[in-house]
């Protein structure tokens, strides 16, 4: 069974550019959830999808935004890039929805902004 | 504030040498503790999850241990391999979405042969 996929893995932008990042979801798996690491600050949840839509989001200013499509695959989105806005952005999916939903995490997409 | 916190930041250990992570939680309410282990440029993956009726959990040479009481676990490592070099998540999920995730900062250990 495959496991969650990234792409791409790396990535490197300038400020003001905008950046589409890709979540494959395992089989079956309705519930994918977007999340940023960065050193020091560990994971800082972003928002969750689930059957299309948005149910959570977390505290991110409106340049971030996502969608979700029919078989699952998701997209997050980044506009006018920032520097700070350089981090490991990882996607995890699950079954369904709840905190005790156990979560598959992708290996992220690294984002360089310069 | 929900918050996890995990000590030591850092620790280098001998290959063979048994080591101990902490983990400490103010998360309130309660439904579940995970340990995620992260190799470097990967994603976390699962070691363990407990919920609040769990004192004990082990996968393989990982031995998860929680005490909702004083909010505290920890995770030990038996019999460290190098391949055991990682960073160690502690995460604490309350009873709503995963929006309420809280995640640790992380332990950075390192195996030396």
């Known amino acids: 069974k495959a496991g969650v996929t990234q792409t791409p893995r790396y990535l490197i932008k300038t400020r003001g550019q905008q950046v589409t990042l890709s979540c494959s979801p395992i089989?079956?798996?309705?519930?994918v959830s977007w999340y940023q690491q960065t050193p020091g600050q560990g994971l800082q949840f972003l928002f969750e999808?689930?059957?299309?839509?948005q149910r959570n989001k977390g505290n991110f200013p409106g340049r971030f935004s996502g969608r979700q499509f029919s078989n699952s695959r998701s997209e997050m989105n980044v506009s006018t890039l920032e520097l700070g806005d350089s981090a490991l952005y990882l996607c995890?999916?699950?079954w369904g929805v709840g905190g005790n939903q156990p979560q598959h995490f992708g290996d992220g997409t690294r984002l360089s902004i310069l | 504030k929900n918050q996890v916190e995990q000590s030591p930041q850092s620790l280098i250990i001998l290959e063979g040498k048994n080591c101990t992570l902490q983990?400490?939680?103010?998360?309130?309410?309660?439904?579940?503790l995970r340990w995620y282990k992260q190799d470097t440029g990967r994603g976390p993956v699962s070691l363990t999850i407990?919920?609040?009726?769990?004192n004990t959990k082990s996968n393989g040479r990982y031995t998860a241990t929680l005490d909702a009481d004083t909010k505290q676990s920890s995770l030990h490592i038996t019999a460290s391999q190098l391949s055991d070099s990682a960073s160690y998540i502690c995460?604490?999920?309350?009873?709503?979405?995963?929006?309420?995730?809280?995640f640790g900062t992380g332990t950075r250990l390192t195996i030396i042969p």
């Open positions: 995890a999916s699950s």
């Open positions: 983990c400490n939680y103010t998360v309130s309410p309660f439904s579940n």
């Open positions: 407990m919920t609040f009726s769990e």
């Open positions: 995460v604490v999920s309350p009873n709503f979405g995963n929006e309420k995730l809280t």
């Open positions: 089989s079956g798996h309705r519930s």
């Open positions: 999808y689930f059957s299309e839509t």
